[in-house]
């Protein structure tokens, strides 16, 4: 197989608009559209304003301010960029499933189909096709079977290419990748993509693996750092019942090279569109398997992060005196972590959701994060109507004004600016006794105190 020329990425979201940035910055020979049936968004991606882009991440700006134009596009001709691509990249959005068999467990695969029947329909050229979004294991096999029953006649080659990238961190994730996982079953295609890559990764840090084994090991990552989140936070609820300080706990096993240092930060609770979504993904498949104890055994992981999410609310509504109706909570952060304006699966919003169950009002601030964002957030869990959530949480722009006339503040994302705040101002303004709910171990203790906060953290 000749070196690949043109490359096309149907899907331009967290995954496909950073990944095709980079490919396109470190590749300036290789031409790369990337598409989305979704105008406003390619729109987004071709504003002049680069802060306008879709998706905010450190250091996206300047990579698609280097590509865009030369050899990096985006566009909204889905069947165009299909029938020009050397290889296509297939990063569109494989949701949770919210109806039928699977419903609440298993992948929606229905975007992926509908990708694979629109490349067999449109192609007249031999491709490569590269999962990139996450997905059960053997989606390879139905994607083959899709291409080559209602193709032309053309060759596809498919093979599995996972992101391991994390949000807030995408940038310099892909510059500098602990490893780039390249699964599939023909040795050409596989080499092809593994030029693509060696144009910045070194050659030892990209694995070639069968099919199956790719598609697992994504599962299998994401599974084992949200355990190692639960666990901690199993932890923690135990050091708030004997006097034990979770970081101190978190601190002194991390220093065990076997367990290490990363991922046991202790918080109100993982989010983002990754981690849940994948574990139950494993628990569907190790149950159609029927592999019971596999199954309930990373089910745990979701039952404790739910857990704490409801254990932070409960906390807050107990210290407040056993009720927040009517109380304004200033909730420091919507994010699901700092560094993103993505709110998917974010603590926060279950966290919000419970309290305004208990009439509460919240007052929101995030630094990246849009209003109609958290309302439509709100909206899709259909708790309660719109017009309640609008009436019981005001989005503001400024961190003094969530806070101003509070009775409480609750942060809910690490944002670092949040540390930076004058407290001494904020305390002014706030309703005695001024209570601080920090889900996130991101403020000091003994500053708050001193200042005559009651300052609760998660683990102490
Ligand atoms: C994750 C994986 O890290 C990434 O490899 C994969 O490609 C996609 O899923 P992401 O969801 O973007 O990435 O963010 P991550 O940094 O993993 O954080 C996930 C959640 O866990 C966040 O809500 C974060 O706040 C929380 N977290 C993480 C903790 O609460 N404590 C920790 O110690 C680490
Ligand atoms: P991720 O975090 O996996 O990147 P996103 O939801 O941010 O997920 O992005 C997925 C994108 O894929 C969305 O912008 C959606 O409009 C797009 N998409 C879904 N199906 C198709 C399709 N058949 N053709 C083109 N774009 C699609």
Redesign the pocket.
Known sequence: MSKIKKITC????????PTMSVIAQKNPNIDITV????QA?IAAWNDENLENLPVYEPGLDAVVQEARGRNLFFSTD?NKAIAEADMIFI????PTKTYGKGKGQAADLK?IE??AR?IAEVATSDKIVVEK??LPVRTAEALKSILDHTGNGVNFHILSNPEFLAEGTAITDLHNPDRVLIGGENAEAIEALVQVYEAWVPRERILTTNLWSSELSKLVANAFLAQRVSSINAISELCEATGANVDEVSKAIGQDSRIGSKFLKASVGFGG?CFQKDILNLVYIARSYNLREVADYWEQVILLNDHQKTRFAEKIIQTMYNTVNGKHIGFLGWAFKKDTNDTRESAAIYVADHLLAEEATVVVYDPKVTAEQIYRDLDYLGTRSPEDNRRLVRVVNDPYEALAGAHAAAVLTEWDEFKTYDWTRIKADMKRPSFVFDGRKLLNRSELESQGFAYYAIGE
């Open positions: 149907i899907g331009a979201g967290y995954v496909g608009g598409v989305d049936l979704n968004r889905v990063s569109v959005n494989t975007y509908l990708c629109q979004s996450t569109s």
